[in-house]
């Protein structure tokens, strides 16, 4: 995020906020991942592979008895899913798709053999999703967003580690998305995160902080 909390200005383009150090960061946390989610909104707008870029990683999986590429997994409300997206057209891992019961039965005929939809009830219920997930095997699940599945997640207590990392600059632009939004969170004042690691990356800043029951 931007130094005042931005994931993205309100331009057409998406803006750059990381840099190849970091993502090859993040490369090697997904290698060490059972799965990764991200929400229906980040899939229409940056349509992401969400797939393990090194080789040698990918390899490393394999040693270990594991897949090349992380589960992929989705969670939508209006059911609005594009089949063509590179969520469901690449990698060989399995896509999962959380939706309502009003929409999963539609939604399941459209990614007929792209995607399994999985009914997570009406609203969708995330420990309903957690549940399924921790059942099909998924101990360490990834979660790269965006700004509303951070907030679900984060509010719902459920995270155990949150890495944020920090870019050198500032967005200032009320209408542009942010890492969170408005919520109930337990992380408050009575409740901080511990903060675990401190990394420079160039000029950005990693804080790596415990949650929960995570802190000890």
Do not use: N
Request: overall charge neutral.
């Amino acid at each position: 995020m931007s130094a005042d909390g931005y994931i993205d200005d309100a331009s057409p383009e998406r803006l750059r906020l990381s840099s190849a150090a970091d993502w090859d960061r993040v490369d090697a946390v997904r290698a060490g991942c059972d799965a990764i989610l991200v929400g229906a909104g980040t899939i229409r707008a940056d349509d992401p592979r969400l797939l393990v870029r090194s080789e040698r990683r990918r390899a490393k999986r394999a040693e270990r008895g594991l897949p090349p590429d992380l589960t992929k997994v989705t969670l939508t409300w209006s059911g609005d899913l594009d089949p063509g997206a590179r969520f469901f057209t690449t990698g060989e891992s399995p896509k999962l798709v959380y939706a309502p019961s009003r929409t999963a039965g539609g939604l399941a005929a459209r990614l007929d053999g792209l995607a399994e939809v999985v009914d997570a009830g009406d609203p969708p219920a995330l420990a309903t999703m957690l549940g399924d997930l921790a059942a099909r095997g998924v101990r360490r699940l990834m979660v790269e967003g965006g700004g509303g599945v951070h907030t679900l997640f984060l509010t719902a207590g459920v995270v155990d580690e949150l890495q944020l990392v920090v870019a050198p600059f500032f967005i200032g632009d009320p209408s542009a998305p942010r890492f969170v939004q408005s919520g109930v969170f337990p992380q408050s004042p009575d409740r901080p995160m511990r903060l675990e690691e401190v990394t420079r990356i160039g000029d950005l800043a990693l804080l790596r902080y415990l949650t929960g029951a995570a802190r000890g």
